[in-house]
């Protein structure tokens, strides 16, 4: 049976539609995608400040920029992303994926898969792994092993032991 109500409008900010409702327990839910998967692309004056977020040190913000503006590709986005990388943004490691040619991107997934805490290592590794390249292996293996050896990798769980990426 549907639920009574209206339709409701989407909310445009930022590159984003957000849909913004109570659920039937009474929270408030937000569901958000970029503008551009529904044929609305971000308004022309918007991305320059959207890229200067996702090199920003607003974290929350940095991942909205990135996801709005997740179909560009130009020389601009890449900057933002290569600072996003080396700030260690979670958010960051995929996006930088379409622009493997570049010389930089590489060697900026491979410090960042590195660097980063045993918490954030699969979406780095992710990244990392998709652009491979020299030392990607050896990365990946050590940051592997670390993960292996943690005290608490190994604890039973009745769904799915993520003990290694919580921070405890």
């Known amino acids: 049976m549907r639920r009574a109500g209206r339709k409701r409008a989407f909310e445009r900010r930022d590159g984003l539609l957000r849909d913004r409702y109570r659920g039937v327990d009474g929270r408030t839910i937000v569901l958000s995608m970029p503008g551009s998967m529904v044929g609305e692309p971000v308004a022309k004056a918007e991305p320059p400040f959207r890229r200067a977020e996702i ?93 292996l050896a943690h005290p608490r990798a190994f604890e039973p769980d009745p769904f799915f032991n993520d003990k290694v990426r919580r921070r405890a």
């Open 55 to 147: 090199g920003g040190d607003d974290a929350r913000r940095a991942d909205r920029a990135m996801y709005a503006l997740a179909d560009e590709h130009s020389p601009e986005m890449l900057e933002q992303l290569l600072i996003a990388l080396a700030k260690q943004h979670m958010s960051a490691p995929m996006l930088p994926v379409g622009y493997a040619d570049d010389p930089r991107v590489q060697p900026a997934l491979l410090e960042a898969a590195r660097t980063v805490p045993l918490a954030e290592v699969p979406n780095f590794a992710q990244g990392l792994g998709l652009v491979g390249g020299p030392g990607a292996c050896d990365v990946l293996r050590a940051r592997m092993q670390e993960a």
